[in-house]
C-alpha cells in the first residue's frame, strides 16, 4: 500500500499552466505504475495520463494529449502533471492513483488500488 498526496491546484485563466504534484510515502513507489484521473461535478471520475513504474512509457487520454505532461521522480517518490493550454472543460478535482500493473498501462479505474484526497483545479474562461 502507498499514501498518496496532492498538492499544486488552483484557479488559472484560459491559456494558463498549472504542474501539479503527487508525493508518495513507502519504500515502492518505483514499483507501481501512476495515474492521474479527474471528476468535474456531476461527471464519473476519468483517466488523465498514466506512467510506468521506470518513467519511460507514458500514456495519455486523447482529450489531453499534446496538452499535458505525466513524469515522475522515483528518487522523490513524487508523480508530476504538467498541464499546459488549460481550457474551461479541464475544471475538475484531480487525483493521483497508484497501480501494480505496468504492463499494459491502464486507464481503468478499477486498477488502481490506492488513491490521493485530490486537489482542485479550476480554469476560468
Known amino acids: 500500500q502507498v499514501q498518496l498526496v496532492e498538492s499544486g491546484g488552483g484557479l488559472v485563466q484560459a491559456g494558463g499552466s498549472l504542474r501539479l504534484s503527487c508525493a508518495a510515502s513507502?519504500?515502492?513507489?518505483?514499483?507501481?505504475?501512476m495515474g492521474w484521473f479527474r471528476q468535474a461535478p456531476g461527471k464519473e471520475r476519468e483517466f488523465v495520463a498514466a506512467?510506468?513504474?521506470?518513467?519511460?512509457?507514458?500514456y495519455y487520454a486523447d482529450s489531453v494529449k499534446g496538452r499535458f505532461t505525466i513524469s515522475r521522480d522515483n528518487a522523490k517518490n513524487t508523480v508530476y502533471l504538467q498541464m499546459n493550454s488549460l481550457k474551461p472543460e479541464d475544471t475538475a478535482v484531480y487525483y493521483c492513483a497508484a497501480s501494480q500493473i505496468s504492463v499494459p498501462l491502464q486507464r481503468g479505474r478499477n486498477s488502481y488500488n490506492d488513491w490521493g484526497q485530490g486537489t482542485q483545479v479550476t480554469v476560468s474562461s
Open positions: 506512467i510506468h513504474r521506470s518513467g519511460l512509457s507514458t
Open positions: 513507502g519504500r515502492t513507489f518505483s514499483s507501481y505504475a
